[in-house]
């Protein structure tokens, strides 16, 4: 039996998760999917900035536009710091492609 909070949203509920991958504690289905997923390949978005020129700013916000498998998360923040994006840069722009050969990548969540 596994036990854990689900940080779908903020309601946190406390959720168990049996042998058989039964789901007990969520008050919709996202919490089982959640559930399910944490005990089976926990995956989490990474957020973070990377150095940008020719900005007012020296950072710019990135996200990964899907989540990455959780033991994949230190070395894909520590690829961010060979990055510099060069401004203008758009939001939704790719601030590093491929991941890890994970197809998932980083992208520029703020224009500047
Ligand atoms: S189980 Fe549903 S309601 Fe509860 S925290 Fe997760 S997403 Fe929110």
Avoid: W
């Avoid at 996202?30 to 900005?55: C, H, L, N």
């Avoid at 590093?96 to 050969?101: Q, R, T």
């Amino acid at each position: 039996m596994t036990e854990l909070i689900c940080i779908v949203c903020p309601m946190g509920c406390r959720l168990s998760i049996d042998d058989s991958m039964n789901v007990t504690g969520n008050s919709c289905k996202r919490g089982e999917a959640y559930g399910r997923q944490e005990v089976i390949d926990p995956k989490r978005i990474i957020t973070s900035t990377v150095r940008i020129e020719g900005s007012a700013f020296r950072r710019c916000p990135v996200k990964t536009d899907r989540p990455i498998q959780k033991h994949l998360v230190f070395e894909a923040m520590k690829l961010l710091d060979g990055v510099k994006l060069v401004s203008p840069v758009n939001a939704g722009d790719f601030a590093l492609k491929n991941i890890l050969k994970t197809e998932v990548n980083f992208v520029v969540t703020k224009s500047m």
